[in-house]
């Protein structure tokens, strides 16, 4: 289903991705279905919490000739050290974990300061009529696939603290790109 997959969000994950920078951290990069669009010249670190995706996204690496590793950890507690990432990327992923504030707090601490961090998700439409379906199919899409269907992934990255630089949305609000930038504690000043 890859070539499905790149045909409804290829053009998303471009416009989000393709300016990435330095070493790259994919959180739950799935089958690594991001790494195409990441520059040339950056570094690849993916994480996801399912075995068999882990082996597909290092065989998506090996697939792109590209440098990078891949390994099994869970979002809500990486195991990086604070600041080791130039930027921070994460797909269609909020809506799946148990905890996103826990993963998205994460992604802060492993970015480094004035680094980015790039999301694109996914969540309930600004259209009445669309929102009302997926209120409708939200509690039988969850039991099949774990996923929230109708999350405010904007108010779930405010809720997390983080700092939004930008975010903009396409398919009736359905989807949602946020650029966060993390601010530079040296920058703070205390009273
Ligand atoms: C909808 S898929 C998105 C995959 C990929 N980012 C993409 O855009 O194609 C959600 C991913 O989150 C992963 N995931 C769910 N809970 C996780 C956790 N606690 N830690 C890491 N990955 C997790 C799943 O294994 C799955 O690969």
């Given at each position: ?76 507690d ?10 921070v990327?994460?797909?269609f ?84 790109w ?14």
């Amino acid at each position: 289903m890859g070539w499905l997959n790149r045909l409804l969000t290829g053009r998303y994950r471009h416009r989000q991705f393709s300016h990435a920078e330095g070493r790259v951290l994919d959180v739950a990069c799935g089958a690594g279905t991001n790494f195409q669009y990441l520059p040339e010249r950056t570094e690849i670190v993916g994480i996801d919490i399912s075995d068999p995706l882990v082996e597909r996204a290092q065989s998506e690496l090996d697939r792109l000739n590209r440098d990078g590793t891949v390994e099994r950890m869970d979002a809500q507690d990486l195991n990086f050290a604070d600041n080791s990432f130039d930027t921070v990327i994460s797909s269609f992923s909020t809506c799946t974990f148990p905890d996103p504030v826990a993963a998205l707090e994460e992604m802060a601490r492993v970015c480094r300061p004035n680094g980015r961090i790039l999301l694109l998700e996914h969540g309930r439409s600004d259209n009445s009529f669309l929102a009302r379906y997926q209120e409708w199919r939200a509690e039988a899409h969850y039991e099949r696939s774990g996923c929230r269907l109708t999350q405010n992934p904007l108010a779930v990255v405010r809720q997390a603290g983080l700092s939004v630089d930008e975010a903009e949305s396409a398919q009736l609000g359905r989807i949602t790109w946020i650029v966060c930038e993390r601010p530079d504690p040296s920058h703070l000043t205390t009273a």
